[in-house]
């Protein structure tokens, strides 16, 4: 199972809305195929460790290890269920069920059926971490949210007044860590007040990865439509005036303007993540609403007489690492 995990997390920056997966095939206590999800609408996991089966391996003498429930529908793919029934394995080892409802206990259920061996439930903690976005948006209907903002060592995160006010934590910002946390949410967010005062592009560009779906909240539709953000690549602006569309922006309406709404609407258009980069009250906002699931906070060496005050998380960070000059801290909701 640990073999599955590493494989499932190869397909870490593509595999998105749907869950990371690896499989494999085991004869005689030996591992003779393996395979992963490497693509969003490409074959399972399943399919990949089986093509690698060589024909002179009878799949009846083997067992198979996959850190999710093989599928039991017709989506982009087949059902994996029915893959696993056809070669009849002598046992299946499965990490956790499926939360998606269209799977969600039948495909072990029609595995079981059959008579094949399966156990449920191994390394289940290490597998839901693994897919803990995919899994929050199947079981809460709301996008997973990480917040990130950098603060001086005395937190400050933005100047007073001016353009460009953010703290810049230089030694973390050129590195890949900011630019692989964008690659590996579906979708960046951040406030109007943001897009008129940095003029951030939110791209993906130290790291490998597609670049995530960009949002803005713009309740009054304040935010400069002429800013670089709406330069290439659409954007999500919710607000609470108009829905309409042009090339490079979808202004999307809310009746009932809030973040809780915002986070499902995302999992309506299959965004499962959202990076959250600013500013400070929407920052507090997510934090206030007690809407985030992990936090991460680039802090500096810097310290500034005054500012706009970073806000704060309320508990202690689970996990610290150092960036040259700067300290990256982790923080999860208790
Ligand atoms: C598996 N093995 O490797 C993956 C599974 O549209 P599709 O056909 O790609 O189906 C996507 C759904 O299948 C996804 O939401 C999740 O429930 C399951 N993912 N299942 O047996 C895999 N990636
Ligand atoms: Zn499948």
Redesign the pocket.
Known sequence: MKRCLELAKKGEYQ?A?????G?VIVHKEHIVAEG??EK???P???VNAFNNLSDDINSNDCEVY?N????S??????P??ELIVAKKPKRIIIGML?P?K??AGS?VKRILETGINLKLGVLEEECQELNKK?IKA?THKSAYVTLKWAETINGYMARNTGSNQSAKISDTENNGLVHRLRANHQAILVGANTVNRDNPSLDVRHAEGSNPVKVVLSPNLSADLTSTLFKKRKTLVYNQKESSSSEFYELIKLDDFSLKNILKDLVSRNIHSVLIEGGPTILAAFIEEQLWDEAIILKSNDSWEDGIKAPWVGIKSYKEQTEGNDTIKYFKPL
């Not at 809305?17 to 997966?21: L, R, S």
């Not at 999710?68 to 599928?71: A, M, V, Y």
């Open positions: 595999t809305p749907n869950p990371m997966v499989c992963y999800h969003y609408g490409g399972h996991a399943e996959v999710l429930e093989p599928c529908f017709f989506g982009k793919t087949p994996c269920a499926d998606n269209k799977v495909g995919f199947h």
